[in-house]
């Protein structure tokens, strides 16, 4: 059995829903399970067309403020459980996580803090990884299989970096953002698209200021992590870097079973 994950941050998904290259990829995407980060909207706003999609249980988990943060799942796959946050009262406010359980794995959509200008958000950042990755280690020791997806707000090297030098002490790849990453590998997770490309210039974000995106002047923040037990099951990962309607593109996972 083969199972098709996709993972977009859509930059609001009523601003997205307007742009022909959002519907161009959406009505002929062959995912099965279909992740939107910053969806920015509650669900009786959310256009109709994508409120209730033939073929896919959509599950959405909304922040109190309106029109901030936010996740959305699409899936064919029926789940048998799923979780919104991360079960940390300050932590959970701003809708930013959704774990589906499904027979073959658990999935956890998520949008990350972004530490914010001036780092002023790193402590709530910071915290908010280290809740998820006690979480994480503690289903892996349970014997779980478990994918990460979504936009980290974290880009981990300076190869994932159109100019290393120039991002330095900037938000998402201050040294206590990267250090994460770190830790997240150490504690046995992989992440996918460097199973199959090592090599430069593959970033999913770019900057609408400064027409990034034409001299592919990215950075990578979007990404799937699998557990190590997991890694003989990952047929592809790649960045969908053709497809725009957001600053982001989509990053998709193949898994065989």
């Known amino acids: 059995m083969s199972i098709r994950l996709v993972s977009w941050n859509v930059n609001g998904i009523r601003a997205v829903s307007k742009k022909d290259e959002f519907w161009d990829w959406f009505d002929n995407t062959d995912a099965d399970i279909i992740n939107f980060q910053e969806v920015r909207a509650s669900h009786d706003k959310i256009p109709k067309k994508l409120a209730d999609v033939d073929g896919f249980s959509s599950y959405f988990n909304e922040a109190e403020k309106k029109g901030y943060s936010g996740v959305a799942t699409y899936s064919k796959i029926e789940p048998s459980e799923i979780v919104k946050g991360l079960g940390v009262e300050e932590l959970d406010s701003e809708g930013r996580v959704l774990k589906i359980v499904y027979p073959e794995f658990i999935l956890f959509n998520i949008y990350f803090p972004n530490s914010g200008m001036e780092a002023k958000r790193l402590d709530f950042k910071v915290a908010f990884c280290d809740a998820l990755l006690k979480q994480l280690v503690e289903l892996k020791n349970q014997g779980e299989n478990i994918v990460i997806t979504g936009d ?91 497809i725009y309607g957001s600053d982001h593109c989509p990053v998709t996972l193949e898994l065989d079973f």
Do not use: Q
């Open 152 to 242: 980290y707000n974290i880009a981990h090297n300076p190869i994932d970096v159109y100019n290393p030098k120039n991002c330095e002490g900037k938000s998402g790849y201050l040294p206590e953002e990267r250090a994460w990453l770190d830790e997240l590998e150490k504690a046995g997770f992989v992440d996918t698209f460097r199973m199959f490309d090592e090599g430069e210039n593959n970033f999913t974000w770019w900057s609408y200021r400064t027409r990034a995106r034409e001299r592919n002047a990215g950075w990578r923040l979007d990404y799937f992590y699998v557990n190590e037990e997991m890694k003989d099951k990952v047929k592809s990962a790649e960045i969908l870097n053709e």
